[in-house]
């Protein structure tokens, strides 16, 4: 009798101790952990949804936009730097990815202070990643005329001579062959496509005006960009949240190894997940 | 995190980001080197680079899930109910990829078919019928 009494006692201490209620935790992993990692696999599909709508809507048109054309300015340098400045962008998410690594593992050696420090230096990361997206955007929207439903790149599909120079990067005379990308400049307000004469195919010697490119590429930018920068955007906040209960010391209270840490860190790895993907079809591709 | 002591973890993190830094620089380059930007007239084919890239993309993926979020430490059943899901995207990638190249090929017969004057659309003949099955 005794010794059922003692087993019933010890099973009702368990579920007070952080089993589910069933006695024993599914997959030996904590409640909050083992959810986060299944509303990351529904967050991986709204996020392949979009990357393969993309990847149906730009193997649908005849032209694209060519990202080393599009993707090439950086705020130091100005033009003509394909890739360099998403380049840095990448690592300073891959960087913050790390110091989070780190501040998981301070936390598992229960150090206060170790978590503190690592979790503020991934704050700052994410704020640098949302500041060079702001910068890009800046450029596409306000000096490029990008819009959701406008797309000044244009890709060109025969060679050909320009019969007028738009004052920056192309002059009168100017050659290029096909699949060479430009950019429709705005003037007062007013799209300003220049002239060309068409130097190969059947069209040759016939005159025509650039035009915009896939209007389905502006939107699609912004949208799978927008939508993983307002992610990033939610991961600062939250970590600031759990940085502040670290700071204060509610997790010590816990003893469980700063969980909480361990679970925000899982979100901020899949951000940096997904960019992995934003960042082969976007730019590489 | 159990199976590794926290030196062990340390190092294995420093090792990680830098494998992961050198497989980035090394997709920028071949993506740079793959279109002529780095060295004149070389110039890869667009399915050799896409696979390239693809694959060193997953390798990525694999290295974030699998050392950073210890997907390896988990129990195997977690691994399982999280990973075989996303499978199903695998199908997604190809039948929408599909999809898309077939909207391109008659992008063509649906100009045609917008151009063409009403008078002309004779509803019920069997042309227009069969055009109409053609784009489905």
């Known amino acids: 009798m005794a010794t059922v009494e003692t087993a019933a006692h010890n099973d009702t201490h368990k579920d007070n101790d952080g089993s589910w209620e069933g006695g024993s935790q599914p997959f030996k992993a904590s409640y909050g952990k083992l959810m986060m990692w299944y509303f990351l696999v529904s967050d991986a599909f709204t996020f392949a949804g979009f990357l393969i709508a993309y990847g149906a809507l730009r193997f649908s048109m005849p032209t694209w936009p060519v990202p080393d054309f599009v993707f090439s300015t950086t705020p130091f340098n100005g033009h003509g730097l394909p890739l360099v400045f998403v380049t840095v962008m990448t690592f300073i998410l891959l960087a913050s990815s790390f110091t989070m690594v780190r501040a998981v593992q301070e936390g598992h050696e229960e150090n206060k202070r170790g978590v503190v420090k690592w979790m503020i230096l991934t704050i700052v990361g994410g704020f640098m990643f949302l500041g060079c997206q702001a910068w890009e955007w800046n450029k596409l929207i306000g000096e490029e005329h990008m819009s959701i439903t406008q797309n000044p790149f ?11 120079g738009d004052g920056h990067y192309v002059n009168e005379g100017d050659t290029f062959v096909a ?50 920068g307002f992610h990033v955007f939610s991961g600062i906040v939250i970590m600031l949240i759990v940085t502040i209960n670290a700071a204060t010391g509610l997790y010590i209270k816990r003893k469980n190894g700063y969980e909480m840490i361990e679970k925000v860190g899982l979100y901020w790895h899949f951000v940096d997940l997904v960019w992995v993907f934003v960042f082969l079809l976007f730019y590489l591709l | 995190m159990a199976h590794l002591t926290y030196e062990e973890s340390k190092k294995s993190a420093s090792k990680i980001i830098i494998i992961l830094a050198i497989i980035t620089i090394a997709e920028v380059l071949f993506a740079l080197l793959g279109k002529g ?17 693809i694959i ?22 977690l691994a399982k109910s999280v990973l075989l899901p996303t499978l199903l995207l695998v199908w997604g990638v190809i039948a929408f990829t599909w999809e898309g190249s077939d909207w391109f090929k008659r992008r063509d017969l649906i100009k ?25």
């Open chain 2, 37 to 53: 930007y780095l060295k004149e007239g070389i110039e890869f084919h667009p399915a050799l680079m896409g696979g390239v890239m």
């Open chain 1, 154 to 164: 244009g890709t060109h599909t025969e060679d050909g001579v320009y019969l007028a």
């Open chain 2, 112 to 136: 045609t078919k917008n151009e063409r004057p009403m008078k002309d659309v004779k509803v019920g003949s069997v042309y227009d019928s069969a055009v109409t099955r053609n784009i489905g």
């Open chain 1, 179 to 228: 699949g060479e990308s430009y950019l429709v400049h705005k003037h007062d307000g007013e799209w300003a496509p220049l002239d060309f004469k068409v130097t190969s195919g059947p069209d040759a010697g016939m005159i025509k005006s650039q035009t915009l490119g896939p209007k389905a590429f502006g939107a699609l930018f912004f949208f799978i960009t927008g939508f993983h």
């Open chain 2, 56 to 77: 060193m993309s997953i390798v990525k993926a694999y290295l974030i899930i699998f050392e950073f979020m210890h997907m390896k430490y988990e129990a195997p059943g």
